[in-house]
């Protein structure tokens, strides 16, 4: 391995990256080299001394072309990461020189928006007027794969969500408080306290399979034992629960307390009084390991830490 590296530090070239792309992007080495503007035999020549310096093949050679295989994967992956590193380098280079002070891009998860981005980018506007913000939000694990692909800077949410948290810095900046809410034109609730059984005859808003949040109503429901709903309504987005929950009022949702907050302040949402068993899910600031921040990205992550202190 030591070796292979010392190789690639050596003898690696750009252009052979920059190939890899584009065979991965036209899936022909005739196409790929005529974007390269290289003759093909000079871009199957190129490929060939990239993989002998990696010491695996990156394709499998079939009839109708290449097609790139487990190793490809890996190498292309990182070979858009370094073209967007770069990308991003010339970038942050031309927005200093012409005094705009560089770019941030943010991922997030919903609930921490409210109380934990917001105020942290206010506070940062205040230093850096000039910065370029991008914030993105979505699920953590659809944003991981963009903080792998160089993307994003950081990203507010879980890293355990990946199949390698190991890949990532994580700390931790607190929980995320759900509650359990319907539309606004709901029927006030004189009680104080309700139950999961007293929603039975509801219909289910969830959240998709794969995260943490459904697996938490899964197990709310079965310590309450009540089976999860054969007929949900499922979806990652807040503006998709929210719509679905203002047409009708026999429909139920999670959603991170602060989120939910905002849409009863605007009475869009109704917070109903249940009691949720389980701990709120936590969340963090993910980087990753071996990357560069940048002083704004630096900057946005000292401000989070010290948020974090005073909550």
Known sequence: MKNTLNVLMSRLRMKQLQLLIALDDHKSLHKAAGVMSMTQSAASKALHELESMLEAPLFERAKNGLIVNQFGHCVIRYARLVATDLTALCDDMAEIRSGKGGRLAIGTIMG????????????LHASLPNLSVEIVEDTSARMLMLLDDGRLDLVIGRSIVSDEPSRYHYQSLGDEPLSVVVSYDHPRIVRKELSLHDLSGYRW???PGHMPLHALLERELDLSGISMPANPISTASTFVTVALLQQR????????????????????????????????????????????????AQQFIQRLRKLERVR
């Open 112 to 123: 921490a928006i409210p109380e934990v981005v917001v105020p942290v980018l206010d506070e």
């Open 205 to 207: 808003i969830t959240y």
């Open 249 to 296: 009022t026999d429909l139920v949702a999670l959603l991170p307390t602060d989120i939910a907050q905002l849409f009863v302040r605007q009475k869009m949402l109704r917070i109903l009084p249940v009691a949720l068993k389980s701990p709120s899910p936590t969340f963090g600031i993910v980087t990753r390991k071996g990357g560069v921040l940048s002083s704004p």
